[in-house]
């Protein structure tokens, strides 16, 4: 009953983040700039577990908060995580021809207008959280910070280019590949969490305990990640398997072997289950730290 609850809870939000993005971008009217708003669309509308916005939205409902202080900004981290999908999809980057099992940004609208797109998406997220209604000014400019750090030198983009110089050794350890995806997936994990305890106004000491919950899921999200480029159906993954082997990607299976890779996801989730005791009313939470290991795409 609890699982069949949480799947609930987690349609019905997904719902409500998809019906908030929706009315957050442009309305699809003839422009001079048509194709690139086409181009975000397509992108966005690609699909996704929307697991960022989730995770903002369900700490500031354990924090005391109300939706309405943390959607825009939930459908921020939304619209930032995707544009770093386009720009890693590139040929310049990982070269990935599917996303979602549908043809990547830069292979539907072309190179040139994908570049555009996603960096269109890194924009228009500050100017949500700007926009919103329900919090004060004190709190947009924490959350924009929360989202920059995340998203810039020392967050998905310093990760990524941390991943791209990896690809050429073959010396890299356990600890330099997790500093990376601390970077690469966790920063706007950590981030998600992280705001949505903003948008609330919790305490110094909330904020710490919802960042070491969000750093464990963060990097047992990624392991789980590098787990199904080796063990996934093609179909549910909407990727090619092996992807990561044939762009001679260092990954915890590549290191660390597919059982011990297992076992240290296994292990972060748990200690994130633990950290979880802190928060009332969190059984949401469990369920989806719970799904976010078992998942099979």
């Not at 990097?219 to 992807?243: N, R």
Request: hydrophobic fraction near 45%.
């Amino acid at each position: 009953m609890l699982q069949d609850a949480m799947k609930a809870q987690m349609q019905a939000d997904i719902k409500l983040i998809e019906d908030t993005l929706e009315a957050l971008l442009p309305p699809k009217t003839d422009c001079a700039q048509r194709k690139l708003l086409d181009a975000v669309c397509y992108s966005l509308e690609a699909g996704g577990k929307r697991i960022r916005p989730m995770l903002a939205l369900e700490f500031c409902r354990i924090c005391g908060g109300t939706d309405d202080m943390i959607l825009p900004a939930a459908c921020a981290l939304e619209l930032y995580h995707t544009s770093t999908l386009i720009h890693d999809d590139l040929p310049e980057m990982d070269d990935d021809a599917l996303r979602r099992g549908k043809p990547s940004c830069h292979i539907a609208y072309g190179t040139a207008t994908a570049l555009l797109a996603g960096d269109t998406m890194m924009m228009m997220p500050f100017a949500w959280i700007a926009d919103s209604k329900s919090i004060d000014d004190t709190r947009k400019i924490a959350l924009v910070r929360e989202l920059a750090k995340a998203g810039g030198l020392y967050g998905a983009c310093g990760g990524q280019q941390i991943d791209l110089q990896n690809e050429k050794r073959t010396d890299v350890t356990l600890s330099e590949l997790e500093e990376m995806y601390s970077y690469k997936t966790g920063a706007l994990i950590i981030a998600a969490c992280r705001m949505g305890c903003i948008a609330a106004g919790a305490d110094a000491v909330t904020l710490a305990a919802a960042e070491s919950y969000a750093q464990k899921i963060g990097l047992a999200f990624q392991i789980v990640d590098d787990i199904l480029d080796v063990t996934a159906d093609e179909a549910a993954l909407g990727k090619p398997i092996g992807s990561d082997i044939a762009q001679n990607k260092n990954t915890f299976v590549s290191l660390y072997g597919l059982e011990n890779a297992k076992a240290k996801a296994a292990q972060l989730t748990n200690e994130a289950l633990a950290l979880l005791e802190q928060f009332p009313k969190s059984e949401f939470l469990r369920g989806l730290t719970e799904f976010l290991l078992s998942r099979q795409f």
